[in-house]
């Protein structure tokens, strides 16, 4: 969607209108906001994000520096739509600035709502800590759309950083795994939204430059119930490897569910937006298994290991289960959040912005790693997992170098 542009008149009277909805401050509380689709099929994913936020919080104590910490868990989806909106991410973003008490935004979960969120918090120098945002327009000056990331920064300061590695990692890392493994035919398919589009581009990039041959890259209608249309083009281009840009709301598993039944062979790769069980739950098991690999900008949850590995024994205690992949980036980004909070030790949003935004070599649960200059994280590891029995299973690790951890993982299969 169009990113609105801010005017110093327009400046002025939000700043008016913030003052003038503002209740008094509480000196005694820091308030912390998480905006994620808490409705629909990414929920699943976002309860294991919330709940690492909770973990971060409960284990300071509920408090930071002389303050009690308050954490609001809102949602930026809707029943109707299923899945976030564009209006429920802007009510949360214009809520937790208008709120003197607020300190920090966890959010958001999709790129998009980034693109919403990010100039409206931008006004009120509110830090801004994404678990989850990968399209590299957000922060990278020359990848993304004309007027990226500039846009989104409507003061000219910054306030926005992600704790997860951006798609030109993802992107172009998957193709040269893909290059490794021996496939050489691939067709595209995208979701035609912000990161979908944007991952696949960086996708079909890189597959040129390996000498991939593209056989084709097209938009899906993610409104579509089935995409059966489709398949036959496909199957007539027989294809090594089908690549989806795209996420499980974007009806990824339909789309795996669709090739399998047109018995179309090639194997499916898809990014970390489908690297959640809801995606296996709607594609099927059984049609994934075997032939289904998905990519992660990071490690995954077993991987982990110092406080990374503490993490998800403490979640498998408290829940039973493993959580999903981005649940430790919901407990990081809050782990940044408080050490800010901390180190100002004053409810100054500017402040507090600026002291996350200089974090160097920040010991955390995704190991030791610090924020560049546009708000990066300077971790480059990406991971590819296989669907087998029903789950993600570590297949390789490979980093910036486009040098397979794994060797066995390069063999053609």
Not at 41 to 52: E, F, L
Not at 107 to 117: D, E, P
Not at 230 to 254: C, H, N, R, W
Request: aromatic share 6%.
């Amino acid at each position: 969607m169009p990113v609105p542009r801010f005017s110093r008149r327009a400046s002025c009277l939000l700043a008016a209108a913030v003052a003038a909805g503002c209740r008094p401050a509480d000196p005694n509380v820091v308030r912390i906001v998480s905006s994620l689709p808490r409705t629909g099929s990414a929920k699943q994913q976002s309860d294991t994000i919330v709940n690492g936020i909770r973990m971060a919080i409960e284990e300071a104590g509920g408090r930071v520096g002389p303050f009690r910490i308050e954490y609001l868990d809102l949602d930026d989806s809707t029943a109707a739509a299923g899945q976030w909106t564009s209006e429920a991410e802007a009510a949360n973003a214009r809520r937790a600035l208008q709120d003197p008490d607020v300190c920090a935004y966890i959010g958001t979960y999709n790129s998009g709502a980034a693109k919403v969120a990010m100039p409206i918090l931008n006004q009120g120098d509110l830090l801004m800590v994404s678990p989850a945002n990968t399209a590299v327009g957000l922060t990278k000056p020359g990848l993304g759309e004309p007027g990226e990331p500039e846009v989104y920064r409507p003061t000219g300061a910054r306030n926005y950083m992600r704790v997860v590695p951006a798609d030109d990692i993802q992107g172009p890392l998957s193709a040269d795994w893909a290059h490794a493994k021996g496939w050489r035919r691939v067709m595209i398919l995208d979701d035609n939204e912000v990161y979908g589009k944007g991952i696949a581009d960086l996708f079909d990039e890189r597959c040129r430059e390996l000498g991939i041959e593209v056989l084709g890259h097209d938009s899906i209608d993610s409104r579509a119930q089935e995409f059966k249309s489709l398949m036959a083009s496909i199957k007539a281009a027989e294809p090594d490897l089908v690549y989806f840009g795209g996420t499980t709301q974007s009806k990824g598993g339909q789309l795996a569910k669709d090739l399998a039944g047109a018995g179309i062979t090639a194997k499916l790769l898809v990014p970390d937006g489908c690297m959640e069980q809801a995606f296996i739950d709607a594609a099927g098991a059984a049609t994934l298994e075997g032939r289904c690999y998905v990519t992660f900008g990071g490690l995954p949850p077993e991987r982990l290991t110092g406080k990374g590995a503490e993490f998800v024994a403490e979640y498998k205690r408290r829940h039973g289960t493993l959580p999903e992949a981005y649940a430790v980036y919901g407990y990081e980004a809050t782990c940044v959040a408080l050490h800010a909070i901390r180190s100002v030790g004053a409810k100054d949003r500017r402040a507090i912005t600026d002291a996350a935004l200089a974090l160097r070599g920040f010991e955390g649960a995704l190991g030791r790693w610090s924020v560049d200059a546009n708000g990066d994280t300077s971790l480059r590891t990406l991971t590819i997992s296989a669907v087998r029995g029903g789950a993600f299973v570590f297949e390789a690790a490979i980093d910036d170098t486009a040098a397979v951890s794994d060797p066995a993982a390069s063999a053609a299969p």
